[in-house]
């Protein structure tokens, strides 16, 4: 439905858990109280970890840190590498910073290198895209994935950080394709568009500020993730680690570090910041949450239990995750959508898929955050902004970036199959 009429997702997924319930013959007062459930304990798990990722976000657009980060990056690589730098910059700032948003605001960055370093618009719209949406498909606090783990219980501050880590070898084969393939369409942009300049009542940023509020939350969550065990609560000085490590309070920290890059500190400027972050926040919680009853109702029909007497027998293992979640973004468009919908169904069956760990839980959600990967094409909003934001024709986004894509997904998949073989 969200494919075919463009209905926004919040409703597609409401209207999905209520005929759902009614279709599996669930009593509607049932239907009505386990959507309720479901909605409010999704928020509960990761409604502040979404809002203070997008403010963070916000700000870091608005103060310039963003185009600082692009700027130092570049500088590093130098112009020869200006495609590098770029899918960089995409992952660094994809972090706190959704992928349209973030392609957007470095859009006329991204034209301006083009230009200057005669490097086709292809290989840097696609380097830069894919840089982006490597970790939008499986960090937190990105929608979907922040919507799988609280489905699913896994630990958003360890999820974090290996989420990171597995986007990276995502992120370098998207910009290896985008070298590779892009260059066959040599497209320069027409007017090179100027770099943008920081909002006013900013610091022309030093590098080591601008990189600092995206810094320390990951330092301060993976601290966490590496002193202070899960299974049992900390004491002592780890108590501190494990409450400044946690994702909420990490993030807080880093809305905290970014405000100092704010040089005239004006009550309506810096409240408007913090306001359009949370403005920006609702839409995604909506959609985040309305997934989490459609998953309560899911689970409350035994569809899950059913899928997996069907699915059992043919041992996926971790593959099936992947492969319902690349089924569902293919068909829909919606990257969010998919892990979430995925989420629901399978997560009922990850112990027959003996994913039913603390690190089983944690690669069943990396799987569908691969397959959500694949394939982004002309149902998916993203494919639009990337070709409409570089002036390419449809039909090149597709054969470079939509093949990306696929890349992406496959190669994260069989790093976390790997994964899957260690770690129990």
């Known amino acids: 439905m969200t494919a075919r009429v463009r209905l926004n997702a919040f409703f597609v997924l409401l209207m999905a858990a209520i005929g759902v319930g009614l279709a599996a013959g669930l009593p509607a007062s049932e239907i009505l109280t386990t959507l309720k459930k479901g909605f409010g304990s999704l928020i509960e798990a990761i409604g502040i970890v979404v809002i203070a990722g997008t403010v963070l976000g916000v700000i870091l657009e608005k103060t310039g840190a963003t185009t600082r980060m692009a700027a130092y990056l570049l500088a590093k690589a130098g112009e020869k590498n200006a495609a590098l730098a770029i899918s960089l910059t995409g992952f660094l700032v994809g972090l706190p910073i959704f992928c349209d948003s973030g392609f957007v605001v470095l859009s006329g960055l991204n034209r301006s290198l083009a230009g200057r370093t005669r490097t086709p618009m292809a290989v840097m719209a696609v380097s830069l895209a894919t840089g982006l949406y490597a970790v939008h498909c499986l960090v937190p606090p990105h929608p979907g994935v922040s919507a799988a783990a609280g489905l699913i219980g896994v630990d958003p501050g360890r999820l974090m950080l290996v989420g990171t880590l597995v986007a990276v070898p995502g992120a370098a084969i998207g910009y290896a394709w985008a070298r590779f393939r892009g260059r066959d369409y040599p497209q320069l942009p027409p007017d090179p568009t100027p770099e943008t300049e920081p909002v006013a009542g900013t610091n022309q940023l030093s590098a080591g500020r601008a990189f600092l509020p995206i810094a320390v939350p990951i330092a301060l969550i993976a601290l966490k993730a590496v002193l202070v065990p899960g299974s049992q609560p900390p004491v002592g000085g780890y108590a501190l680690v494990g409450f400044v490590g946690d994702p909420i309070v990490a993030l807080l920290i880093g809305i905290g570090l970014a405000l100092t890059l704010v040089r005239n500190w004006s009550g309506p400027f810096v409240n408007g910041l913090l306001t359009e972050g949370v ?146």
């Open 279 to 424: 403005d920006k926040a609702g839409p995604v919680l909506a959609i985040v949450a309305a997934g989490g009853a459609f998953g309560a109702v899911l689970k409350a029909t035994g569809i899950g239990d059913s899928l997996g007497q069907v699915l059992a027998p043919l041992q996926l293992g971790i593959f099936l995750p992947f492969i319902i979640a690349s089924v569902l973004k293919t068909v829909q468009g919606s990257s969010t959508v998919a892990i979430i919908t995925t989420a629901s169904l399978v997560g009922p069956l990850f112990p027959e898929l003996r994913l039913d760990s603390d690190w089983g839980r944690l690669l069943g959600t990396l799987a569908m955050g691969a397959g959500s990967m694949m394939v982004s094409h002309a149902n998916d909003a993203f494919f639009w902004v990337v070709t409409r934001f570089s002036d390419l024709e449809p039909g090149v986004t597709f054969r470079v970036y939509s093949t990306a894509t696929l890349l992406m997904g496959l190669l994260t998949q069989a790093i976390v199959f790997g994964l899957s073989l260690v770690l129990r």
